[in-house]
């Protein structure tokens, strides 16, 4: 398995009360899958997506990513894993704007202190995966939103990561463009890349072959995508 998490709990103290955000997750994801996680605000989706993540530590449990123990590694080791092992997409794509969309996919690569060449390679290779080739030498605002996302996906794809996690991915696109960046993830999931999507969005659950439903910070479905998506959602 890539991902293990076993009895997974994040506790927060607001105003002297204590908040269970996750309370006792247990899931496992396997090379190669596509899942996503879905919830509606204050489910825990975004805590959990922040644990597999290593961007938060979880109170108490256990969670291996690609065979590591990583619950209760030190800062330093979180993010030596972060840079090595997961590729992240977010919704706000946080790319540079001063630079090239080639130049903002060389940048995890950077951090890890690649050669120029070897980086420069990754990064073009990312960038034809995505389709984005001929706009390699523009900047973010000389891209249109689809292609930002696109620049960022291949930013991921760049550090050649176990696992590729995306938050909320096509928030901030159009349906037409969202549709786009859809079909691109189930080019990469076909490819063999390892995906977890945190989402919202039944629709865009549904699409996945397999949905993990949370309620306040617990697992209240688990199953095919088109079934989980809409079990327990709102009208």
């Known amino acids: 398995m890539l991902i293990e998490l076993t009895d997974i709990a994040r506790e927060y103290v607001v105003g002297g009360e204590v908040v269970h955000a996750l309370d006792g997750v247990s899931m496992s994801i396997a090379k190669g899958e596509w899942v996503a996680i879905i919830g509606q605000s204050g489910s825990g989706k975004s805590t959990l997506m922040n644990v597999i993540g290593c961007l938060d530590t979880p109170t108490r449990g256990a969670y291996r990513l690609n065979g590591k123990d990583v619950a209760r590694l030190s800062d330093d080791a979180l993010a030596d894993i972060r840079n090595r092992e997961i590729g992240f997409i977010f919704q706000n794509f946080q790319l540079l704007p001063r630079e090239t969309a080639l130049a903002n996919v060389e940048l995890p690569l950077v951090y890890r202190g690649e050669r120029a060449k070897t980086r420069r390679a990754l990064a073009k290779e990312a960038l034809e995966k995505v389709k984005l080739t001929p706009r ?77 439903r949370l309620s306040d910070g617990r697992i209240v479905a688990d199953g095919p995508g088109a079934e989980v998506a809409y079990a327990g959602a709102r009208p």
């Open 136 to 212: 390699m030498h523009h900047k973010p605002t000389e891209l249109s939103g689809g292609q930002r996302q696109r620049v960022a996906i291949a930013r991921a794809l760049a550090a050649q990561p176990s696992l590729l996690l995306a938050d909320e991915p096509t928030g901030n696109l159009d349906s037409a463009t969202g549709e786009e960046i859809v079909r691109l993830f189930e080019e990469l999931h076909q490819q063999g890349h390892t995906i977890v999507l945190v989402t919202h969005e039944p629709k865009l659950a549904a699409r996945c072959p397999r949905a993990v």
